[in-house]
């Protein structure tokens, strides 16, 4: 299996509205990552988690948060965003031994 | 990690070869040269990496200067679904580490 999986595929949300997105990997990847892009714009890199830890944080708003609950998943919760927040978040996972990082499809979150 | 320039855009015809170049002078002895490609709508994709050797896999082989301050992916016979948005990233290989992508090069493959 070398998929990372994101779920939804696409999510359209007010702005006092709460929801997640999912990414989750089986491939024993450590490093997993979320990336915001924007349309004609290349990934922009939001988080970065090392064995299940917060290792890099780009001064991203309080009102997205992420969550590693174990090593396969990886979720980004979302609280009160702003339409500017609209965009395809695409989570990567990677070995980092030597690899390259592997995506997902992406989630094409709309803000209402 | 290190800053890549490529060209904003590039043409090639179907059947030939594809060589999309990247500069990086400033990269460390410790940055490996990775390239990627996004095709419209999708996540990006891995193509191939290297230290300071030519690489070679099955997508394409990567060209590292001896000075290593510039590279050239070549894709050996391009086709329609090569057309992309491809991304040279220089980056330290170390675990947890930052993959920050640059602008990239738009490569059109025309038949």
């Known amino acids: 299996d070398t998929e990372v999986t994101q779920t939804p595929k696409h999510l359209v949300m007010g702005m006092t509205n709460k929801k997640s997105l999912k990414c989750e990997q089986h491939?024993?990847?450590?490093?997993m990552y979320w990336y915001k892009q924007k349309a004609k714009k290349p990934p922009e890199l939001m988080f970065v988690?090392?064995?299940?830890?917060?290792?890099i944080n780009e001064s991203v708003p309080s009102r997205f948060s992420p969550e590693c609950p174990n090593s396969s998943l990886l979720n980004l919760h979302l609280h009160a965003l702003q339409p500017e927040d609209s965009a395809l978040y695409l989570c990567?996972?990677?070995?980092?031994?030597?690899?390259?990082?592997?995506f997902g499809q992406g989630t094409r979150l709309t803000v209402v | 990690d290190a800053k890549t320039t490529q060209p904003t855009s590039m043409d090639c015809a179907e059947g030939r070869a594809a060589n999309l170049p990247c500069n990086h002078s400033?990269?460390?002895?410790?940055?490996?040269v990775y390239w990627y490609r996004q095709i419209h709508s999708q996540g990006p994709q891995y193509i191939i990496h290297g230290l300071k050797n030519n690489e070679t896999n099955e997508m394409a082989s990567l060209i590292i200067t001896e000075d290593r301050k510039s590279s050239t992916l070549i894709l050996p016979h391009a086709t329609l679904r090569d057309t992309a948005v491809y991304y040279c990233i220089v980056r330290v290989l170390e675990y947890g580490n930052k993959l920050v992508f640059g602008a990239g090069t738009i490569l059109r493959v025309k038949s």
């Open positions: 990567a996972s990677s070995h980092d031994r030597g690899q390259g990082a592997f």
């Open positions: 491939m024993g990847h450590r490093a």
């Open positions: 400033t990269i460390s002895g410790n940055e490996y």
């Open positions: 988690y090392s064995y299940e830890k917060l290792s």
